[in-house]
């Protein structure tokens, strides 16, 4: 991902209560096209927000997807 793009996509998700994150689908969706980086970034945010949950080293979504 572009890294103008994924600053904008970090900095809206940091303001958004996490009522109003996107579903678990989308969340996916946009983390396939993220570089190593950007996924660490994106997961600490997630979990941050409690859209996702850290066990054992892997980041798994709400609905068990694993974070990729």
Known sequence: ????????LIRNLKNLPPCDFPDTEKLQELSSDMTFEQL????????SKGKA????????????????
């Not at 991902?1 to 904008?8: I, L, N, Q």
């Not at 949950?53 to 990729?68: D, P, Q, V």
């Open 1 to 8: 991902m572009r890294k103008t793009m994924f600053d904008t």
């Open 53 to 68: 949950s850290y066990y054992y080293g892997k980041i798994s979504l709400k609905n068990g997807r694993l974070l990729t």
């Open 40 to 47: 660490q970034t994106f997961a600490v945010l997630l979990v």
